[in-house]
């Protein structure tokens, strides 16, 4: 096996000093014109590769910032890694992406792995059931910035990057009313998540404002798999609802299907209101209304949190405890066209 070469190597072919040829390298004034390109041109020639681990270890970093997503089959999640990516890159960061799949317990693990990686920065996306933040505690302790977004504790001290949920799941709700629907049927996930939580409140505040009765047996709480969203839609349909609003738009196209098999028409008999603007939505038919969620743009904002953050490493006051909204909008499309009088 062909020995690594080291500085050392090149020092001796110049007949200068190893640090000579360390800051000749890292280009550094202290080093001539002349030296620094003698010394890079020796090190391309002897095949010299520079160690960036056990420099930036020296440094007591790695360059490196670890990601936790509760999924990556997702369009949103996909948007928010894109947004990282664009911003971590130019920081000249690298990423490490672990996925919980929706596991407190797998996300607990991939916490533990992130810092035994020693990893400079976490960004993270809580898993549906997880009951709290404690594998984060290490990574505070170290000063070790951590940015939760989309799914978050609202009562964590750290930056949080969100969308106003409560508002969201409200002008949902008031859009379906607005078009003449009376029974709103709500298909939504665990309500200790804040997203959903909000979404519930927000679609039982429009319910409220607008004169009609929060009926319990018009929500389901599920998960967003195929089959349990098949029965809840199922389930629901018992209490002959004119409207779904469905906790995101892989889920609402679903109850589109569901619908279509049973003969419904959407959205003349039944209205379907989804959430994330997924790609999707444009796609099925009819074209399905939903929420926007800027998933680029939050990511961009909680990678530039972290950046800002990481850079202030040796300020013990670096932990910064705010919350960062982001603007959604509602897209409507046919699936909750207006009833004629």
């Given at each position: 096996?062909?020995?690594?070469?080291?500085?050392?190597?090149?020092?001796?072919?110049?007949?200068?000093?190893?640090?000579?040829?360390?800051?000749?390298?890292?280009?550094?004034?202290?080093?001539?014109?002349?030296?620094?390109?003698?010394?890079?041109?020796?090190?391309?020639?002897?095949?010299?590769?520079?160690?960036?681990?056990?420099?930036?270890?020296?440094?007591?970093?790695?360059?490196?910032?670890?990601?936790?997503?509760?999924?990556?089959?997702?369009?949103?999640?996909?948007?928010?890694?894109?947004g990282?990516e664009?911003?971590?890159?130019?920081?000249?960061?690298?990423?490490?992406?672990?996925?919980?799949?929706?596991?407190?317990?797998?996300?607990?693990?991939?916490?533990?792995?992130?810092?035994?990686?020693?990893?400079?920065?976490v960004?993270?996306?809580?898993?549906?059931?997880?009951?709290?933040?404690?594998?984060?505690?290490?990574?505070?302790?170290?000063?070790?910035?951590?940015i939760?977004?989309?799914?978050?504790?609202?009562?964590?001290?750290?930056?949080?990057?969100?969308?106003?949920?409560?508002?969201?799941?409200?002008?949902?709700t008031?859009?379906?009313i607005a078009?003449?629907?009376?029974?709103?049927?709500?298909?939504?996930?665990?309500?200790?998540r804040?997203?959903?939580?909000?979404?519930?409140?927000?679609?039982?505040?429009?319910?409220?404002?607008?004169?009609?009765?929060?009926?319990?047996?018009?929500?389901?709480?599920?998960?967003?798999?195929?089959?349990?969203?098949?029965?809840?839609?199922?389930?629901?349909?018992?209490?002959?609802?004119?409207?779904?609003?469905?906790?995101?738009d892989?889920?609402?196209?679903?109850?589109?299907?569901?619908?279509?098999?049973?003969?419904?028409?959407?959205?003349?008999?039944?209205?379907?209101?989804?959430?994330?603007?997924?790609?999707?939505?444009?796609?099925?038919?009819?074209?399905?209304?939903?929420?926007?969620?800027?998933?680029?743009?939050?990511?961009?904002?909680?990678?530039?949190?972290?950046?800002?953050?990481?850079?202030?490493?040796?300020?013990?006051?670096?932990?910064?405890?705010?919350?960062?909204?982001?603007?959604?909008?509602?897209i409507?499309?046919?699936?909750?066209?207006?009833?004629?009088?």
């Open positions: 096996m062909q020995k690594e070469v080291t500085i050392y190597d090149i020092a001796e072919r110049l007949g200068v000093t190893a640090s000579t040829v360390s800051r000749g390298l890292n280009n550094s004034p202290r080093v001539t014109k002349k030296t620094r390109d003698e010394i890079h041109k020796t090190a391309t020639e002897m095949g010299y590769q520079h160690n960036t681990i056990a420099s930036n270890l020296r440094k007591r970093q790695t360059k490196t910032i670890g990601v936790i997503v509760h999924r990556l089959d997702s369009y949103f999640i996909t948007c928010v890694l894109t990282i664009k911003i971590i890159n130019k920081a000249h960061y690298d990423i490490l992406i672990m996925n919980s799949a929706e596991s407190g317990v797998r996300e607990v693990a991939n916490a533990k792995s992130l810092l035994n990686k020693r990893v400079d920065g960004i993270v996306s809580l898993a549906l059931n997880t009951k709290n933040i404690d594998h984060f505690t290490p990574f505070l302790d170290r000063k070790i910035p951590v939760f977004f989309d799914r978050v504790m609202p009562e964590v001290n750290c930056t949080k990057v969100i969308i106003d949920n409560f508002s969201s799941g409200y002008e949902a008031a859009h379906l078009g003449g629907r009376k029974r709103i049927a709500h298909i939504t996930a665990d309500l200790q804040n997203v959903y939580k909000e979404r519930f409140l927000g679609y039982k505040r429009a319910l409220n404002d607008n004169g009609i009765i929060y009926k319990e047996k018009l929500v389901k709480i599920c998960n967003a798999e195929k089959s349990e969203i098949v029965e809840a839609v199922e389930q629901l349909l018992k209490q002959k609802p004119d409207a779904f609003f469905v906790m995101n892989f889920s609402a196209a679903i109850c589109i299907q569901v619908l279509h098999k049973k003969g419904f028409k959407v959205p003349e008999d039944i209205a379907v209101m989804g959430f994330n603007n997924d790609i999707l939505g444009d796609l099925v038919v009819p074209k399905l209304s939903t929420l926007d969620y800027p998933g680029e743009l939050m990511g961009e904002i909680a990678a530039t949190e972290l950046i800002n953050q990481m850079s202030l490493k040796h300020n013990r006051e670096n932990i910064v405890d705010k919350t960062i909204v982001i603007p959604s909008e509602i409507i499309r046919e699936s909750t066209l207006k009833l004629n009088p």
